[in-house]
Structure formats: C-alpha cells, structure tokens
C-alpha cells in the first residue's frame, strides 16, 4: 500500500467529467414541490474498514435493490420535477460506494482507487448522466457531492481527531462521535495509511481544479476540499518529524 509516484487516480476522469457538464449545459431547473416521495435508506457504511469490504458490498447490495425500485418508479415521472426528493440518500449511496471502491472493494485490486461515475452507475445497476430520454439516472453533481463526502470520511476515519479543525460545536460532536465509531490507522500504528490518503485528497483536488462547476452549492463544497489537504498534509509533515513515516 506505499505511495507511488504514479498516481492513483485514472488519467482523464475529470477531464471527462468537464466534457460532460459542458454538453449538459444549462442545469434544468426543478420545478415546485411535489408530494412524490419515494427515498432509498441509506446504509450505515460511512465507516466501513478494509477488514469489513465483502460485509459492506453485501449491505451495499440491498441497497441497490431499493434504489432499483426506485428507479422503476421514478422512471414513469418528469425526472427533474421529483428528483429533489430522493438526490441526497443517492449521492449518501454513492460516497458509500466510492468508500467500498478506496478500500479496496467491487474489483480494485488494492486500496486507494476511486471509482468512475460509470463504475457507480455500473455498481447501482443504473445510467448515467442522461441526456437521450427523461429517465432515473445518477448525475454528474451527485456524483462529485458524494467524492467531496468521500474526501470528508477519509479524514474522519484515518486520521486524529486533534488534527480535525471545526468551528461549529455541533460538528465537532458528530466528528467525535465518528472517531470514536472508527478504527484510527495513525493510532493503531499504520502509517502508511495517512500516506495514501493524502496523495489521494491531493489529486482528487487537482482534479477539482480542471471542472468549471457552474452549481452553487456543489462550487462552494469542492472549495473547501483544501482545508482538508491541508490537514492531511500536517498529519504527515507530523508523523515525518516524529520519524514515524515508513522509509520503503
């Protein structure tokens, strides 16, 4: 699992993902409230460890049932005009997906790969980024949401809670309460974990750099991934001065 100078992340992910966003265009806006609610649950797989990758791609599988049932509804409405009520248990299903993906699980040979939008869709048993005809789908900004909530876990769960800045009490709580429900990598001693993640987060971020996000909100999240480059980094540049970095 030593990090490589190679990169992790495929050539030309988000350079696709651009190409994408520039063909879609103008985002469709989502017309009024309706009282359509059909929402897939999503699992409980935020903190899934490597040790536990075939019991989370089995709750993932379950997941996936319903989000089929989902679609064979959704399908029969006007896409953009119900998709509201179930877009964030998606994107939740999604980021748990890409976790299984890094740590190792639904084919990658080792850890610290991400998977591409059609890897998920693939994954999910449905389209994506349609265009062709008003059908359930996964979208590109679902997909990045659930990157960035990638990125977010990552941290959560591979590094100290000291070196996890937050200027709202009710996060910090909720960031607690994740570190304590997961297994810390730099705490149970492996090192080379903080490594890959890092190298992981500073691509990913990169890759960011390359899309021209027209969405607000999903702007406004991808803006932060540096703060979180940033404490990978310190996490590092700590663990090198204490001389805990593997030397291979």
């Known amino acids: ?16 993902l651009q190409r994408k966003i520039d063909d879609d265009g103008a985002v469709k806006d989502i017309a009024q409230r309706s009282p359509y609610s059909r929402e897939p649950t999503p699992p409980d797989l935020q903190t899934v460890l490597p040790s536990v990758v075939s019991s989370a791609q089995a709750s993932i599988d379950k997941e996936v049932q319903t ?26 299903a999604c980021s748990s997906i890409l976790l299984c993906g890094w740590l190792g699980g639904f084919g990658k040979s080792e850890a610290g790969q991400l998977l591409t939008i059609e890897d998920v869709g693939e994954v999910m048993g449905v389209p994506v980024n ?13 997909y990045l949401q659930a990157l960035i909530s990638l990125l977010d876990e990552l941290v959560l769960t591979h590094f100290p ?52 996000l027209k969405n607000d909100t999903l702007r406004k999240r991808s803006d932060g991934i540096k703060y979180r480059v940033k404490e990978v980094e310190d996490v590092v540049y700590d663990l090198s001065l204490r001389g805990l970095l593997p030397k291979d």
Do not use: C
Request: aromatic share 10%; glycine share 4%.
């Open 67 to 92: 989000i089929h049932k989902l679609s064979e509804t959704a399908s029969k409405e006007p896409y953009y005009k119900f998709n509201y009520a179930w877009t964030r248990q998606i994107q939740d």
């Open 130 to 142: 349609l265009k062709d005809r008003d059908a359930f789908h996964l979208t590109i900004e679902e």
């Open 161 to 212: 809670l000291s070196h996890q800045s937050t200027e709202n009490p009710k996060q910090a709580d909720f960031s607690n309460l994740k570190a304590r429900l997961a297994r810390n990598s730099v705490t149970l001693g492996d090192y080379r974990r903080p490594q890959l993640v890092a190298q992981f987060i500073k691509e990913v971020h990169a890759g960011f750099q390359i899309l021209n």
């Open 1 to 16: 699992m030593a990090v490589n100078g190679d990169g992790m992340i495929e050539s030309g992910i988000f350079e696709s």
